[in-house]
Each structure stands twice: as structure tokens, then as C-alpha cells.
């Protein structure tokens, strides 16, 4: 009788741990992914349309970078501001006054490397996520280099825990596609719908929202096998405080310049969907620059 | 006499021609890898380095250099978008200077985490003579980041006005945050969200100047 009143407790902490920790997206990422605020990454955007003639002179305009289109994807339709802000606001408390403090705590215990094995673990784990999306997208390049990348980290690098193939100087360019239902749903021409800040998720959009509840609850392994929830909602609660350690900084530097910063992270979020639904196909071959700079210059006396 | 005629002529030319070399380098690419350039250079100088009393002088020294290959009148006007045209020319400065302020009261401290990273010049894009794009990649080791310059040519030189990382573009965060606040519906309520633009834009600069951290670390307002 006693037993089962302490798993009771037990299962209320893990719980209420969960729902306190819980911030941004729980979806198939690597450590560049970003956390709250797109900000860094990899990616290209469309190709730029150069034909003067198409664009009245219009001191303004910007149609003739040829992203307008992405821009207009990137326009909100916000018809639930109202609850959009107070969202906002309830998770911005969350992440200075929760979050924060527990991922510092937790930078401080565990140093960079285990950190980065068990992003390398999650990441490994997530799989299923990021080939669903490739396949049905049909990026079967992106797919291949994500099956390959599982077998060989989880075969030779201890189950995941290394990465064994994540470096530029492995013999096929190996990048995980970052991909998700969001974008598989972009892709295939499904609007944003209106914009819709989830609580603990952070921003997302009604299409997002649809293709992460997918993502989390269906194509995540940790829902699988009849784990009971709140095991695998505290892995991903985990996942993402692990995670949020790579990331500290971002949404502050965010907040720091803006001035309305409801409004400056909904940009920010539908401009980074926009760029990861366009890019429809990232090229392998890394482009050749035709100069750099040089970082060991000295000023010229 | 003749022959020293002839090498003048020759040496003539030769300038003439290195002129010409000199003209076609005026690209965006050429000009903005100078410009970055010499930031690094400051922020390697061995001058300012692990001297607390000369950060201000190099941060002095940054700001200028960013000016100089920033047009910040034609940032501020981009981001303000259309109402920008309503805006009576004390106005113009008065924007233009608190934007400027709040750009680099933000983005100065971020380019002293600076540590050795090169940046890759891949491409440029010019369009009409006058608008150009550069696109860059960060080399930061791990993982490239690709920032998109975009450039205007006023008076000769190319000078950047808006940036561009991940699909995020300056100047478009910065507009949808002003059009928020600058109801164009009519003339008097242009006039009042221009009075809480510069409220909240003098507000903003001067939280940033009094703590740059605490304006953050605080949650909102």
C-alpha cells in the first residue's frame, strides 16, 4: 500500500518536473538547431531572380531578392494575438526563471563532452523523425546520408553516444536533414495557419503544431514499446534541458535588441520555418568561396 | 629625349590601366571583405588587448569602421518601410541616430566573442547596378553559418543595408516590430505611435547604456 502511494508521489514530481521544464520543441535537432529562436544553422536561400525589368523602382521594395514569397510565408496571420502574448509572456517567465537556472546548474555539473554525447544520443534516438520527413519529401539523398549516419554511429559509436561520421572530413558529406513534419506539411503546400505560441514549446504555428504532436507522440521511440509516459516525456524533457545548454544566450541576445520581443521572435520563427521549408534541396558540395578573410590580420600602421 | 618620352607614355599607361584594375575591384564582394576585414584587424591589435581602460577606445574604433561600410540611413528607412516617408527630416535624424545607438549598444558585444573565425566570400548578386547581394558563410569550425549581405551603391560606394542569417532579415524583424507600433491609419495616429516609437526606442538605449545585461535577465519590461 505504501509502495504504491510513493509511486504515485513519484509519478506527480516527474510530472510536475516535466511540465516546469518542458521549453522549447521537442523534434529532431542537432546541437545547431535552435532552441527558441532560429538563429543559427545551415541552409540556402532560393535562388535570386535577376531580371531588372520585373521590378517597378520602387525605393522599398525588396521583390527583387527574388524571397518575397518566403517573406510572404514568413507574414503572420495572428488572429489570437491576445493569447499569443500572454503565452509569450508565461513562457519568457519560464525561461528566466526556470529553465535558465536549471540548465546553468546543469552546465555547471556536467561538463561540454558528456553533454554532447547525450545530444549525440538523442539525436541518434530521433531518427525514425528525420527520415519520416526525408521520405516524405522525397529528399532520398538526405534520407540515405541519415539511415548511413544511424547505422554507423549506432554500430560503432557506442549506440549513439559518439558521431563518428558528423565531421566535414568524412568520405560522403553526412549532414542530418533537419527535417519535420512542419516542413514536410510546407512542403507540400499546406499553409502556416494562423500563428499559435504553445505553452512550454515555445512559438510555433497551427501546421507546426499539428507536425510536432506527430513528431513527439508518434514517430519519437521513446513513445514506443509501451515505455510509461512520464518516462519518456521526462527523456524529452532531458533532451531538451541538454540541449538548452548548447543554446543559453540566444533568445536573450534576441530580446536584448528588440523592442517589442513578442513580435521580433514571431518573425524570427516564421522567417527560419520559411528558409527550412524552401530549402528544398541542400547541395552537397559545399560552395568555394572566392576569397576569405584573413582572421590573423593586424592593422595596417 | 625621345625615349624618355616614350617611358613616360609607357609609365602613363601603366597607371592609366592599374587605375582601371583599381575601378573594376570596386565590387560589393571586394568592399564588404575590407570592411570586415578591418574590423578583425582592430579586434586583433595587440593595442587593445587585455587592457580594460583602451575597451573604449576600440569599441570606439569598431563603431566607426562598421559605419563606414553600413548605411545606416538606408537601414533605418528599410525597416521603418513605407510611414518612413511621413516622418519629417529632424525626425529621419532623430531615428536614424537612436537606431544606430540601439544596433550597436546590441550587436557590438557579440562581435567581441570573436575567436579566429574566417568568413567565406561565396557570391555576388547585383541587381539593377545598384542593389547588391553577398553571400557569406561564418567558418566556425563545427558548422557553417551563412549570412546574406545585401548592399546599396549610394555616391560611388557599396554600403550594406540589411543582413540576412537563416532566413531572419534584419530589417524585416526590426519592420514587423514598427509596424506594430506605427498605425498609419491616419495622420493622428501616426503622430502618437511615432511619439511610442521614440519612447520606447529612447527607453531601449537607455536601459542597454545604464546595464547591457539586466535589460534582459529581468524578463519582460
Known amino acids: 500500500m505504501t509502495r504504491n502511494y510513493s509511486t504515485t508521489i513519484l509519478a506527480f514530481l516527474v510530472l510536475t518536473m516535466i511540465l516546469l521544464t518542458f521549453p522549447s520543441q521537442v523534434r529532431s535537432a542537432d546541437t545547431q538547431n535552435p532552441v527558441m529562436v532560429a538563429q543559427v544553422g545551415s541552409g540556402v536561400i532560393g535562388a535570386v531572380k535577376n531580371n531588372p525589368e520585373e521590378y517597378p523602382d520602387d525605393e522599398f521594395s525588396e521583390d527583387m531578392w527574388g524571397d518575397s514569397e518566403h517573406h510572404e510565408e514568413a507574414y503572420a496571420s495572428d488572429p489570437w494575438q491576445g493569447y499569443n502574448r500572454a503565452m509569450f509572456k508565461f513562457n519568457d517567465y519560464l525561461y528566466f526563471n526556470i529553465m535558465k537556472p536549471i540548465t546553468k546548474g546543469y552546465m555547471w555539473a556536467v561538463p561540454l563532452r558528456p553533454r554532447t554525447w547525450t545530444n549525440n544520443f538523442f539525436q541518434n534516438m530521433l531518427y525514425p523523425v528525420r527520415l519520416t520527413s526525408c521520405l516524405l519529401q522525397g529528399k532520398f539523398y538526405t534520407a540515405g546520408a541519415e539511415t548511413s549516419k544511424f547505422i554507423a554511429n549506432s554500430l560503432f559509436g557506442m549506440g549513439g553516444l559518439g558521431n563518428v561520421v558528423g565531421e566535414a572530413q568524412s568520405t560522403m558529406p553526412l549532414y542530418l536533414g533537419d527535417e519535420d513534419l512542419g516542413q514536410t506539411f510546407g512542403v507540400w503546400g499546406i499553409p502556416n495557419g494562423p500563428y499559435f505560441v504553445l505553452p512550454f514549446f515555445g512559438p510555433s504555428t497551427i501546421r507546426d503544431s499539428v507536425g510536432l504532436g506527430i513528431d513527439t507522440f508518434v514517430l519519437n521511440p521513446f513513445w514506443w514499446f509501451g515505455i510509461p509516459w512520464y518516462y519518456s516525456a521526462s527523456a524529452g524533457a532531458y533532451n531538451q534541458i541538454n540541449k538548452l545548454s548548447f543554446h543559453i544566450g540566444e533568445y536573450e541576445s534576441l530580446k536584448e535588441g528588440s523592442i517589442d520581443p513578442y513580435l521580433a521572435l514571431r518573425d524570427a520563427y516564421l522567417s527560419y520555418r520559411a528558409k527550412q521549408v524552401r530549402d528544398a534541396k541542400i547541395d552537397p558540395n559545399k560552395p568555394k568561396p572566392q576569397m576569405t578573410t584573413n582572421p590573423d590580420a593586424a592593422p595596417q600602421k | ?221
Not at chain 2, 45 to 59: C, F, Q, S, V, W
Not at chain 2, 75 to 89: A, D, N, Q
Not at chain 2, 168 to 178: A, I, P
Open chain 2, 1 to 221: 629625349m625621345k625615349r624618355t618620352l616614350s617611358i613616360l607614355v609607357i609609365v602613363v599607361l601603366l597607371c592609366l590601366s592599374a587605375g582601371a584594375g583599381f575601378a573594376a575591384e570596386n565590387s560589393p564582394m571586394v568592399r564588404l571583405r575590407s570592411g570586415i576585414q578591418g574590423v578583425i584587424a582592430i579586434l586583433n591589435d595587440p593595442e587593445y588587448k587585455g587592457d580594460p581602460a583602451m575597451e573604449a577606445e576600440k569599441a570606439h574604433k569598431i563603431r566607426e569602421t562598421i559605419k563606414d561600410f553600413f548605411n545606416f540611413e538606408e537601414l533605418s528607412k528599410r525597416s521603418v518601410g513605407r510611414p518612413w516617408l511621413k516622418f519629417t527630416p529632424e525626425e529621419k535624424e532623430r531615428f536614424v541616430s537612436l537606431f544606430t545607438n540601439l544596433l550597436e549598444q546590441t550587436y557590438l558585444g557579440r562581435v567581441g566573442e570573436y575567436s579566429g573565425e574566417k568568413v567565406a566570400f561565396d557570391k555576388e548578386t547585383i541587381i539593377k547596378g545598384k542593389y547588391a547581394q553577398v553571400d557569406t558563410r561564418l567558418l566556425t569550425g563545427k558548422q557553417d553559418i551563412p549570412v546574406f549581405y545585401r548592399m546599396k551603391l549610394t555616391d560611388g560606394e557599396w554600403d550594406v543595408y540589411d543582413v540576412k542569417i537563416e532566413g531572419v532579415s534584419l530589417v524585416k524583424n526590426y519592420r514587423t516590430q514598427f509596424t506594430g507600433i506605427l498605425d498609419t491609419t491616419n495622420d493622428k495616429t501616426l503622430e502618437a505611435g511615432k511619439k511610442e516609437l521614440f519612447k520606447r526606442l529612447e527607453k531601449k538605449c537607455a536601459e542597454l547604456k545604464a546595464n547591457p545585461k539586466a535589460a534582459t535577465d529581468n524578463g519582460i519590461e
